[in-house]
């Protein structure tokens, strides 16, 4: 059936393709967290490892709803680790680096997230797509907000 929420096709598709970019980070950023929460250690441990697992748990629920926009669009949501791989810009961790160049990548990954929302945000806007913008704004708000906290435990007084 055709779908008609108000948003041509074309512009549609754009705003998808960008979304599957920010799902692919969203993921990579996600197994990355989880890996961290799994293996960190050191004087930091239980901080970090809590910390770790709320931000993991959050880009969890956070997947499910880009890939169902990313759906409500009309366009496949990639699903597979080849398909996140070519899409995301978050470089894979294969090692298991100390607690500091853990939160250092973290840093990265969400600063990384942050711009590939905000590089499709004019998309959505132009479009008049104000539930991509709406969940777009709010990535960007808590991933702004993640890169702060994890930032702020690499400086030295």
Do not use: C
């Not at 969400?110 to 913008?133: K, N």
Request: charged share 25%; aromatic share 8%.
């Amino acid at each position: 059936m055709k779908i008609d929420i108000g948003i041509a096709k074309k512009e549609r598709l754009t705003i998808a393709d960008g979304l599957s970019k920010l799902l692919a980070d969203s993921y990579a950023l996600y197994l990355k967290t989880h890996n961290f929460h799994w293996n960190v250690t050191g004087p930091m441990f239980q901080t970090l490892h809590v910390m770790f697992e709320e931000q993991y748990t959050e880009l969890a629920t956070a997947i499910d709803e880009i890939a169902e926009r990313i759906r409500a669009l009309g366009a496949h949501a990639p699903g597979s680790f080849k398909q996140f791989q070519g899409l995301t810009e978050i470089e894979d961790e294969t090692g298991i680096p100390n607690a500091k160049e853990m939160i250092r990548q973290l840093v990265i990954g969400q600063e990384t997230v942050v711009r590939t929302a905000r590089g499709i945000f004019p998309v959505a806007e132009g479009a008049h797509d104000e539930s991509t913008a709406d969940l777009l704004t709010q990535r960007m708000q808590l991933h702004e907000k993640n890169a702060w906290m994890l930032r702020s435990l690499l400086e030295e007084n």
